[in-house]
């Protein structure tokens, strides 16, 4: 038997359940179908702990499972380090040298200008002796030279403390800030690296499968935990052609599942556009209310919590 004819098979008898149950009151034949939400973390690495069991309830942002991550805190202490150097870079730069160095400085600024006051001292002494033949020449130049080195000297160390209390060059500084930046973007890589080697449940939801054990190896983007939300979970029901025309999204069914005493609602969610599962027929005015059109429907999450996928129900339409 081909698929073909299976699935014709297969609207055939949804047809005719429909017709014997209730089809005056537009009774349809249906099943639950769950939207699996399958999560995996984008890195790769050994399955250090799984936090939760095949059929287990989770709550939204708890814990799933574990991937090993000692390379990643690793990388993520040397960028902190170096986010921490860089920066201490920057504020060196910015506020230019220590005031240590900046006293050493003045110090030596004002020895030198004791140095050149005794040197203009002796130079003044000299020209006099010079007048009267007190002095050589040879002598007389010594001093000369003695005091504009000394004067010099207290010019170059006056320069060197104004030097000292300046920042460094605008340039340097903003190449500085850029490595600061690098630095603080290396920091949010690693620290993203190493989250996603903890994954955690977007949703509250039912833990429908789990795909790996504790110690195997997990490629990257392979699904460790199968998850089913409740807003995930939807009735599928199929409707002849004559009917289809008066659904629309967001309108009213009325639901009934083994288990359940009372009937609930759940909202249409999507109406087929086209004829699903079409049986061989010839289209007719005769023959045209064979064709059926899938239609889906979403229950109140409190609801669809306690169903199943696969579990057959009926639906009344409104």
Known sequence: MTRKTMAA???????SLAGCGDSG?????????????YLASSQAGRLESLAVERGSSVSARSLLFELEAEYERQVLRQAEEEELSARAQLKDMETGKRPEEVAMARAQLEQARAEAANAAAQLRRNEVLARS?????????????????????????????????LPEREKRIEAQRAAVRAAEARVAQARWD?????????????????????????PAGS???????????????????????GLKTGGQVLVRADGRPEPFAAAVSYVASNAEYTPPVIYSNETRSKLVFMVEA??????????HPGQPVSVSLP
Do not use: H, M
Request: proline fraction near 7%.
């Open 25 to 37: 009151q537009g009774v349809f034949q249906g099943y639950v179908e769950g939207e699996y939400v």
């Open 9 to 15: 098979l297969l609207v055939v008898c949804l047809l």
């Open 194 to 218: 190493l989250e996603q080697k903890q994954l955690r449940a977007p949703a509250s939801g039912l833990v429908y499968d789990t795909l790996f054990r504790a110690g195997e190896w997990v």
């Open 133 to 165: 033949g007190g002095v050589s020449k040879a002598k007389l130049d010594d001093s000369r030279a003695a005091a504009r080195t000394s004067a010099a000297r207290v010019v170059e160390l006056a320069s060197q403390v104004d030097v000292y209390r």
């Open 298 to 307: 979403r229950p109140e999450p409190g609801i669809a919590a306690e169903l």
């Open 223 to 245: 699904p460790v935990v199968q998850v089913l939300p409740p807003g995930n979970v939807k009735i599928r029901f199929f409707v002849p052609e004559p009917l289809v025309g």
